[in-house]
Each structure stands twice: as C-alpha cells, then as structure tokens.
C-alpha cells in the first residue's frame, strides 16, 4: 500500500518513562485504544480498524500490522498486548531527503471533537538493528472534513496537524509520551483550513503514527514499531 504525501515538519515532544497512567486532574480521559481486545478495532468505536501502509518506497515495501500479545512487559508495554508494525523499505536512489517509511493508522467513521482535550499520550517501542541513523516517530491527526476559509470542506486529507520527536525514537525501550493538542502540534503548511489547529482538531478523523526510516538513497531498512495505551487527556 502507498499512502499519501507525508510531510514532516520538526517539533518538540515530550517523552515520559512510564506506564499507563490516565490521572489527568480530574477531567475523564478518552481511551483510544489499549489492545486488550481480541480484534484490531480501537476501544474507541467512533474509530475503525487499525491499519498499516508504506510511503514513498522505492521498492516493493514488506508491511504488517497486529496484535502483539505477550506475557512480558518488557515486551508488551500493558498486558495482554500492543499494537505491532513490521516493516522493509527502500529509499530511491540519489535522493538526498529520506522521505522512506511506514505507518500505523486508524481512520474515523465520522469526524471526531478532540479540541477540548490538552494532550495525546501514547507509549511505543522502536526495535531496529541497523547502525544507520535513528528513524524518526511522528504523530498526525488528519482533519480532512476542517472547513476551508471559503466554508467549503476539504477534497482530499492534506489537512493535517503534525508533531515528531527529534533524537527521542524510543529504539530498544518502551517510552511514554505526552503531547500537547495546542501548544506541541505543527499544522501542515498546506492546510488553510478555519480556526487554525483548533478548527482541524474540531474534526479528526484519522489518527497515524509514522517512523521515516532516514535512509540514504538506494539503502533499505527493516523495522518494528510497538505502540500501546493511546489516549487524549
């Protein structure tokens, strides 16, 4: 699967070493999902199935997604399991930007209000045996039903808003992150939709984690993302 034009923009994230924890001070937090059902449908009903796909490979890609379940947490980050991504990519020849990857995604069956909520959390795991430079993990929240200035909608789900975690790939380790829905997200440069990133995040509908490989040209990399205990808080 290719998936559309991914854009990366350099943000702050902030990482938190931890578990699952949805103390948010009194507000109730809202369970995306855990992975501790037995299907790959989010605990969050509004979203569908978890999916996966590669972007911008130079060669036929290798990707697959599921239910990683282990009685390990050093393994799975919250019993019974996690999210899990499997992946080879190639990065085409002479290119000087890496823009090679993969993602994890889930898409909703009607727009979803997360503007209320201050922060979305998650906790992942990079294994990765390459010497190479660390991949890049970003987070996206697609808006592509944010009305335009003109009060029409969006065609196609280049609204985005984006963040990504410079130097923090949790390689080898499971990490938890917290990041900020209005003060941490970059919108897409592209997106003009009303209200600025309050206006995309009045109506998400998608929800992705991606890692760039950050490949040299002609090189090829082999990944698995984990990711477990998603919520907006």
């Not at 996966?52 to 390990?72: E, I, K, L, R």
């Not at 990765?128 to 996206?140: K, N």
């Not at 609204?159 to 997200?185: E, R």
């Amino acid at each position: 699967m290719t998936t559309v034009r991914i854009v990366f923009l350099f943000g702050a994230l902030s990482g938190i070493v931890g578990c699952f924890n949805v103390n948010t001070g009194g507000r109730t937090p809202l369970l995306i999902d855990n992975f501790d059902g037995v299907v790959d449908l989010p605990a969050d009903h509004h979203f569908d199935q978890w999916r996966c796909g590669a972007f911008n490979s130079a060669t036929q890609p290798d990707v697959q997604c599921g239910y990683h379940c282990v009685d390990d947490n050093a393994i799975t980050h919250s019993s019974p399991c996690s999210m899990w991504l499997h992946a080879t990519v190639a990065e085409s020849p002479g290119s000087q930007v890496p823009n090679a990857g993969a993602q994890l995604y889930t898409n909703a069956l009607v727009p979803e209000d997360l503007s209320s909520f201050s922060a979305i959390v998650f906790s992942a795991k990079l294994d990765d045996l390459s010497t190479a430079s660390l991949p890049q993990l970003y987070v996206q929240l697609h808006c592509s039903l944010a009305h335009l200035p003109d009060a029409s909608t969006s065609k196609d789900d280049t609204q985005t808003l984006m963040v990504t975690s410079p130097g923090q790939t949790p390689k080898g380790s499971w990490k938890t992150f917290a990041i900020g829905l209005h003060s941490q997200f970059s919108p897409d440069p592209y997106a003009k939709f009303d209200g600025g990133p309050r206006g995309c995040l009045e109506h998400v509908d998608s929800i992705n984690f991606s890692i760039n490989a950050q490949l040299s040209g002609g090189d090829t990399r082999t990944f698995d993302l984990y990711v477990d205990d998603i919520y907006f808080q």
